[in-house]
Nanobody
Framework: QVQLAESGGGMVKAGGSLRLSCAMS????????MGWFRQAPGKEREFVAS????????SYARSVKGRFTISRDNVKYTTDLQMNSLQPEDTAVYYC?????????????????WGPGTQVTVSS
């Protein structure tokens, strides 16, 4: 069974950068579209970015477009999220997710496999 695990979260000042990584492990198909979501305290989980298999298409939430970049390494089975120009409103638990399709999506219900999440805190 495929499992996901995020890393790279932490605390950063406004204007700074962080790079999150999602490692895929276990047996199963790896030809999956991947996504990043986030959940701030007291809010619902929201879409951040998605990338297709093998990586030719990407999709971003309007709030992060131009600041965040999603990428994947299909040899290492990792999906990264480079986050630049971070703002306090980017503070959230960030989740990596996979879906049983090659195509990008931006709805939580389209993703069936989730990592445990990693905390990102941006101070002003």
């Amino acid at each position: 069974q495929v499992q996901l695990a995020e890393s790279g979260g932490g605390m950063v000042k406004a204007g700074g950068s962080l790079r999150l990584s999602c490692a895929m492990s276990g047996r199963g198909s790896t030809h999956l579209a991947m996504g990043w979501f986030r959940q701030a305290p007291g809010k619902e989980r929201e879409f951040v970015a998605s990338i297709s298999w093998p990586g030719q298409s990407t999709s971003y939430a309007r709030s992060v477009k131009g600041r965040f970049t999603i990428s994947r390494d299909n040899v290492k089975y990792t999906t990264d999220l480079q986050m630049n120009s971070l703002q306090p409103e980017d503070t959230a638990v960030y989740y990596c997710a996979a879906r049983g399709s090659q195509w990008v999506a931006n709805q939580e219900a389209d993703f069936t496999l989730w990592g445990p999440g990693t905390q990102v805190t941006v101070s002003s």
